[in-house]
């Protein structure tokens, strides 16, 4: 549906090319999406992979940059638009990855709880994100939290030129009034303790959507059962029209 705005331009590029065994190990070992996965959408979860890397420097800020953050940061990049093709992060290319969490200034007297962001002004097309927070993120999979797929659901909320927490690329018109309905009322909820969502998407609308996307392509049944009116709306957002 989205072809128009997201050409895959770099896909003839990895047709023939495959993930080589040690990859695909690492995957299956940390990336609970992927090992989910039949053999036949492992393939095709290989081949956005390695677009991706082939698209998105990625650049250590005072620490390496192993293949297993490439993997997992790629793996955040394509888990929410998996059944989207076609998507390509136009407005993303560089990921800075830093050691541990930091703050704004990067310096050491502020408080360090920054685990990922992405960019505006001198950072622009870029993603910073904490090496520690990534591999957390895949490891402690019941906390619903996950860093790296955080930041990207901010790309896609941004597609459509503003990070609104309306993902006005996933969605028609008319679901977007619903949806900041039912954004308000959770948030709601939120505040006043009466569910169990990470408190930080009580946030603002941008961050909500962030926060119940992570728990949505982490824990789907679990949300399924406490929210339904939630999974319905973000397995509308994450599945092809
Ligand atoms: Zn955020």
Redesign the pocket.
């Given at each position: 549906m989205f072809k128009w705005l997201f050409p895959n331009k770099e896909k003839k590029k990895v047709e023939n090319v495959t993930l080589d065994q040690e990859s695909k190990d690492l995957l299956v070992e940390w990336v609970h999406f992927y090992e989910k996965l039949n053999e036949e959408n492992r393939l095709k979860f290989d081949k956005r992979l390695l677009s991706f890397l082939e698209e998105v420097t990625l650049t250590g800020v005072g620490c390496e940059v192993e293949l297993l953050d490439k993997l997992l940061i790629a793996s955040s990049a394509i888990i929410p638009v998996f059944n989207f093709p076609n998507w390509v992060y136009t407005d993303l290319n560089e990921v800075l990855l830093r050691p541990k969490p930091f703050n704004k200034n990067y310096d050491n007297n502020s408080p360090q709880n920054i685990t990922?962001?992405v960019g505006n002004g001198y950072l622009n097309g870029k993603m910073v994100l904490s090496k520690t927070s990534l591999r957390l993120g895949f490891q402690a999979e019941k906390d619903k939290k996950n860093v790296g797929i955080?930041?990207f659901i901010?790309l896609i909320d941004g597609a459509d030129g503003a990070i609104d927490g309306i993902p006005k690329v996933l969605m028609e018109k008319q679901y977007a009034l619903p949806w900041m309905d039912m954004v308000y009322q959770k948030i709601k909820e939120i505040t006043e303790g009466e569910n169990e969502i990470n408190p930080?998407g009580a946030?603002n609308e941008?961050?909500f959507l962030?926060?119940t996307s992570e728990y949505f392509l982490e824990h789907p049944l679990q949300l399924k059962k406490k929210h339904p009116e939630l999974y319905e709306m973000l397995h509308y957002f994450f599945n092809e029209k």
């Open positions: 990922g962001m955080h930041e901010h930080y946030t941008q961050e962030a926060v």
